[in-house]
């Protein structure tokens, strides 16, 4: 019987795919790239236009041959692998691999594994956009030159098994950088003083602010200039002098792009990038819904555009006028503006299907499934949503010739509010001061005189920059044009599996390694850890996208200084010692301080005495608090597959465990 083959690139797709299709058609997965530069070389050769030597992964020949018969056996062969760069090239490698006519149309696509977008894209094959496939071969070729030539001299002059990147290095520079700004950062004294006022004969009190005077803001720098105002204005008169009513509005955020999820699942839900890509690819290629069988929830997750389909915002528009009512619902629909760099091709992260509601397919999804899902349905209904609306009051009271400040405001109307409350992280680490909004001011007038309750001055400091947490690292990338939505959550697993970054808490936080390394390649290579530098470089790859540029060129142009680099650094980078982590754990065979080794399978405690000392145990963290069941400590473990648990230091004699993070505290209502 024949039939058309579709290969994509996860298994995962192939049942949702396959139920749309008749028993013509046979979906195979190619399990990602099928060629790739060889690991053993460079894989480059650079005096032949830097031509790349692919070659079949090892480890797939059996795959390969089962695709090669499958394609001579097929009627007709589409390539359906992921909607970008790497997908295109994908598609690239298989139609070589496969012999099929890469000029023929064989090429299709889709944003969302529905019915309707599985069979529109075969309706219209296209062929292989080779504009794609060297913007995706430019960085290919660019990274490896970079990673291939300087890590062995980080070898030679650092250690062994260091590794360096066009992209990771920028962001590892951007971590060493702000923790020196924290560490050279001088704070600066400045105060606040409060005034809770009321209106005579009640008992409803409000919290004003010194300003200054009516014509300028005076700043307190110290002491001194606090007990001057505050002796100006003891046993004096406060009256309201000015009263100013308005309304303001607040307008959604768009839906989703990859960076801005990944920002929000890091601040709302605490996923790591990884972690978030990895579950939002679960939902993209399909979930085992009860009813429904294998269903797509999401449409592709690798997007910087902010579009949105016609019919997803006819879609969304009935389900905001049926579920919330017509006054949520504006008279038009919003439409976002993408950034001129962004791949319009794509549509923004949203449902694939309005009318799944995440509480009605709970059931079928795993926790981490059901809270990305929620956020991600949440947003995009929120994004076509009227705004919130807020009645505000701002008022200036004087005192003496002072003037203190007292704003505040209350909802008017929900708005959006209704399923979608947005929230915005602190990146500058300051103490974010209680905004006056928060304030219930009662009904004044102009004129009225008020009674001061209490006199508050208090003493403050500024605060360093705050570490990056994940969020704000790849919010940092983005603004900076560093690297590409699907390159964020590689990144920040690369720079902290290689050591030299370290989570501290929910924050990111260089290692000596890190901050030697990143020193090192300032000096030697600037223009691999210049953020500008690196920046241009993804707009001149990006612009490969569109055919109008030649991808050798910019490889060329970039290697010309590259090439002197390197040479210079071989000749004037000396050996650079690492130090060691000294723990206080003491080495029980010979009493030296135990240091913190790298290896194979993670960080472990050994002997500096080596060799003639060998001893090596493994890292135990504390959790802080008695095992309930024995009173021995609760210990941080890991189960294979990497998640955190809490055990008991005597199992197997103890089994006490938990998945959540124990305080050592009884509850109140039961006791446990």
Request: proline letters at 5%.
């Amino acid at each position: 019987m024949s039939y058309k083959l579709i290969i994509v690139e996860s298994p995962g797709k192939v049942k949702s795919i396959s139920k749309f299709l008749g028993k013509s058609y046979r979906v195979e997965a190619s399990l990602g790239h099928i060629r790739d530069l060889p690991k053993s070389q460079i894989g480059i050769d650079i005096e032949n236009n830097f031509e790349p030597k692919y070659i079949p992964i090892r480890g797939k020949g059996e795959l390969i041959s089962k695709l090669k018969k499958e394609a001579k056996s097929a009627e007709c062969v589409y390539l359906a692998t992921d909607p970008d760069r790497e997908g295109e090239a994908i598609s690239w490698h298989l139609a070589n691999l496969l012999e099929l006519d890469e000029k023929s149309k064989l090429r299709i696509t889709f944003n969302e594994i529905t019915k309707n977008a599985v069979l529109n894209a075969i309706k219209s094959p296209r062929v292989i956009d080779m504009g794609l496939v060297d913007a995706q071969q430019a960085r290919r070729v660019l990274d490896r030159i970079v990673g291939y030539k300087i890590s062995p001299i980080l070898w030679k002059k650092v250690k062994k098994g260091l590794s360096a990147g066009r992209v990771q290095s920028v962001a590892v520079r951007l971590i060493s950088d702000r923790e020196e700004e924290i560490e050279k950062f001088i704070p600066e004294e400045y105060w606040i003083i409060s005034a809770t006022l009321g209106k005579k004969g009640s008992k409803a009190t409000f919290i004003s602010k010194f300003y200054g005077t009516e014509k300028e803001k005076i700043e307190l720098k110290n002491k001194e200039n606090v007990d001057v105002i505050l002796n100006n204005i003891q046993g004096k008169d406060y009256y309201v002098k000015k009263i100013k009513k308005g309304e303001r509005k607040r307008n959604p955020y768009p839906p989703f792009i990859t960076s801005t999820l990944q920002q929000d699942a890091s601040r709302r839900l605490g996923f790591t990038t990884k972690r978030t890509m990895m579950v939002a690819q679960q939902l993209y290629e399909g979930i085992e819904i009860k009813g429904e069988g294998s269903v797509g929830l999401i449409t592709y997750m690798r997007t910087d555009s902010i579009r949105i389909s016609k019919e997803a915002l006819d879609d969304v528009r009935g389900l905001i006028e049926s579920k919330f009512g017509k006054e949520y619902l504006p008279d038009t629909p919003r439409v976002f503006k993408n950034k001129s760099s962004s791949q319009d091709a794509h549509e923004a992260i949203r449902p694939s299907n309005i009318l799944l509601e995440p509480d009605g397919i709970k059931d079928s999804l795993n926790r981490d499934q059901y809270k990305l899902y929620k956020l991600i349905w949440e947003r995009f209904v929120a994004s076509q949503m009227t705004p919130v609306i807020y009645d505000t009051v701002n008022v200036d009271i004087e005192v003496s010739g002072y003037i203190f400040k007292a704003s505040g405001s209350r909802i008017k109307f929900d708005g959006f509010n209704v399923i979608y409350k947005e929230e915005q992280e602190d990146n500058n680490g300051k103490e974010k001061e209680a905004e006056a909004n928060n304030v219930n001011i009662p009904e004044l007038v102009e004129g009225e005189n008020l009674v001061l309750k209490k006199i508050d001055p208090q003493q403050h400091f500024t605060q360093p920059p705050q570490r990056y947490t994940e969020a704000s690292l790849v919010k940092t990338l983005e603004e900076k044009g560093i690297g590409r939505p699907s390159t964020y959550a590689p990144i920040i697993s690369t720079i902290i599996s290689r050591d030299y970054v370290k989570r501290d808490s929910r924050f990111l936080a260089p290692t000596d390694l890190g901050r030697i390394i990143t020193d090192l390649m300032k000096v030697h290579f600037k223009d691999i850890v210049n953020v500008k530098f690196t920046a241009l470089m993804e707009e001149k790859l990006d612009g490969i996208e569109g055919s109008k540029k030649d991808w050798v060129e910019i490889v060329r142009d970039f290697y010309k200084d590259f090439e002197y680099s390197l040479k210079q650094a071989e000749l004037n980078i000396g050996h650079i010692e690492v130090p060691e982590e000294v723990t206080d754990v003491i080495c029980e065979k010979c009493g030296k301080n135990m240091v913190v080794k790298s290896g194979r399978y993670g960080k472990f405690l050994a002997c500096p005495g080596f060799p003639e000392c060998k001893n090596t145990k493994p890292i135990v963290e504390e959790a802080g608090v008695l095992c309930p069941d024995c009173k021995g400590k609760v210990l941080v473990r890991k189960t294979k597959k990497g998640r955190k648990y809490f055990g008991c230091e005597n199992y197997p004699k103890c089994k006490f465990m938990t998945w959540n993070k124990p305080y050592g505290e009884n509850c109140p209502e039961c006791g446990s």
